[in-house]
């Protein structure tokens, strides 16, 4: 108690950015740091309980839902990373993700290019027909796309998806990268020209330093719903081998359902990346998402 | 000469970015809404029906039953997740403005869900909330308020709400963010001028943080509209592709899937499908539009 009071009482008259802060103003800033608190404990509280829920065994998962496992059991991890494809899943998640990435930002970077530099006829006319497809789910093409890759022999291939997810990604990114082409002063482009460069010179050489963050923000724009996407694999993916992350833990989750710990343990697995990649970045993902979102 | 080739320059940097949207998005989607005029079960010859589709899931038995409670279920989950996650994140919003330490602790704690895949969400509160394993029911249990354990996802009632509460726990973090970004956006003179004429908390809001936030809540609604009437992912993860129990939570994007994906009914009809998705692309679109409407008009004013 007497370590309370010592701690609140300097802080009261504390002065903070010149401002002297009042007891009612400390008050209320401790309760909005509890309802913070609390909001923060419902977000965690479920993934928290995935973690520790892996780690149990089966009987602990009856008698002892909450408390730690008396010890760390590993054979849920062990069944997921052993008995079923979940690196293949994850190889093939990765690959798909990347190549889609790449693809998205090559293609999407030159377009902005000719869009963002040049004025010629035609140009607001292609830039609106990219736009018009910001807000439709392209989900609701899949009927038409199922034909496709059927005349093109590409089901039950990942090239199906990639395609898919390029062409979903190609609207943002167009977007968000040639409103930075537009930025760049005119003057940088006719020194280079003076020193000989041609158009393509001036692509890589003047334009894509300065494009960094446009181009950064549409890769982590388009990496989450790429990553997850499970309704794609779902309708084109058969074969084990070819599943992604998602898919792979849908048939496992269909098939382990009474086996908590190895659920729970595919469910990490399954997540734990992404957090850390989250956690690691997470200034970047929180800014290129909200973006995405507000211009969206 | 120059000049040709600088036209040749411009349709080699267009083309591929054009090409790749063109064919695996902007067509499909035209040739897709286009298949409602059409009979096709997956395989085979397509055959010409004119609006017969669109009559068949607007008149007759069984269809029309299921797509009435298939559009109502999503305005539903529309109003539930308005609820549990845009007006619960303009609440938090405003206490992540005040001038407080370690906000950026807990917007990175509230975004994190946001980046996790849909499916695997849905599976895990599936877990939590399992009528005899699951912790929620346990620990109302060992509460003393084992009255309030529920069948969550067993009960018509509840499983909608349930599950439109999942979907805003992961998501709140966007409209989190974007009603911060808005209420930064608001000049701090306003507010100093508010306490000054000695206003309370609640009438700061009422009268500055809300009406200059009108714009993005304006956004966050059409956002909502936009995921709600494509959300496919959560049913499926918690509900199953029958969306249970007795199709209490059958959205447009299952009632879709099943049509024209699965014959758990019937043979799979392409054509019924696409005219449920002209639904869902009407009122997407009617969504956007209405959103560009009321920015334009901000924008002037």
Request: proline content about 5%; aromatic content about 14%; hydrophobic content about 55%.
């Amino acid at each position: 108690m007497w370590q309370v009071g010592h701690t609140l009482i300097p802080n009261l008259t504390r002065v903070r950015g010149g401002k002297i802060v009042n007891p009612k103003v400390r008050i209320t800033n401790l309760m909005t740091h509890a309802i913070l608190l609390a909001y923060s404990f419902v977000v965690i509280y479920p993934l928290y309980i995935m973690v520790i829920t892996s780690f149990k065994t089966n009987l602990e998962v009856m008698t002892k839902p909450f408390g730690l496992p008396q010890s760390i059991n590993l054979s849920g991890y062990e069944t997921v990373l052993l008995q079923t494809n979940f690196l293949i899943y994850y190889r093939n998640s990765i690959m798909v993700t990347v190549v889609s990435l790449l693809l998205i930002i090559v293609v999407s970077t030159l377009a902005s290019y000719a869009l963002g530099r040049y004025e010629f006829r035609g140009n607001k006319l292609i830039y609106f027909f990219f736009l018009a497809g910001m807000m439709i789910p392209i989900r609701l093409g899949v009927l038409n796309l199922f034909q496709i890759f059927q005349s093109l022999n590409l089901f039950d291939n990942l090239l199906a998806l990639i395609l898919i997810y390029t062409a979903m990604g190609i609207p943002f990114s167009v977007f968000i990268i040639t409103a930075f082409v537009k930025q760049i002063p005119k003057e940088m482009l006719e020194a280079a020209q003076i020193d000989g460069c041609n158009d393509w010179q001036i692509l890589i050489r003047i334009y894509l330093p300065l494009l960094r963050p446009a181009i950064a923000t549409s890769a982590i724009y388009h990496f989450i719903p790429i990553w997850n996407d499970f309704y794609f694999p779902l309708i084109f993916i058969k074969s084990d081998a070819l599943k992604t992350v998602p898919l792979g833990t849908a048939i496992f989750f269909g098939q382990f359902q009474t086996d908590w710990p190895t659920v729970f343990a595919a469910l990490t697995v399954a997540v734990i990346p992404a957090i850390i990649f989250y956690l690691i970045m997470s200034k970047q993902f929180i800014k290129g998402l909200t973006a995405g979102a507000v211009k969206g | 000469m120059a000049k040709k080739r600088t036209r040749y320059g411009i349709i080699l940097y267009l083309l591929p970015a054009v090409i790749l949207y063109t064919l695996f998005m902007a067509y499909p989607l035209i040739m897709s809404l286009g298949m409602s005029l059409y009979e096709w079960n997956g395989y085979g010859p397509m055959s010409f029906v004119g609006l017969e589709n669109f009559k068949r899931l607007l008149f007759v038995e069984p269809f029309n039953a299921r797509f009435f409670n298939a559009l109502t279920n999503n305005f539903k989950l529309f109003a539930y997740t308005t609820l549990f996650q845009n007006v619960v994140a303009l609440f938090l919003a405003v206490l992540l403005t005040k001038k407080l330490r370690g906000t950026d602790f807990y917007r990175t704690i509230y975004f994190m869900p946001v980046t996790l895949s849909v499916l695997i969400v849905g599976f895990i509160w599936t877990l939590i909330l399992n009528p005899t394993w699951g912790v929620l029911n346990k620990g109302l249990e060992l509460i003393g308020l084992v009255n309030l354990a529920k069948p969550w996802l067993g009960d018509p009632n509840l499983a909608l709400p349930v599950i439109a509460y999942v979907n805003s726990w992961q998501f709140i973090g966007l409209p989190i963010m974007m009603f911060v970004a808005g209420i930064r956006a608001i000049p701090e003179e306003l507010f100093e001028a508010a306490r000054i004429d000695g206003c309370n908390e609640w009438h700061v809001f009422r009268n500055i943080t809300l009406p200059g936030l009108m714009p993005i809540i304006g956004l966050v609604m059409i956002l909502t509209v936009v995921g709600n009437f494509s959300s496919f992912e959560i049913i499926y993860a918690m509900a199953g592709t029958m969306a249970g129990p007795n199709y209490a939570t059958d959205v447009l994007g299952t009632l879709f899937y099943r049509t024209a994906f699965s014959a758990t009914s019937a043979q799979p009809s392409m054509g019924m499908g696409a005219a449920i998705a002209v639904f869902m692309f009407v009122i997407i679109c009617f969504g956007v539009a209405s959103w560009s409407y009321i920015d334009s008009k901000f924008n002037k004013s």
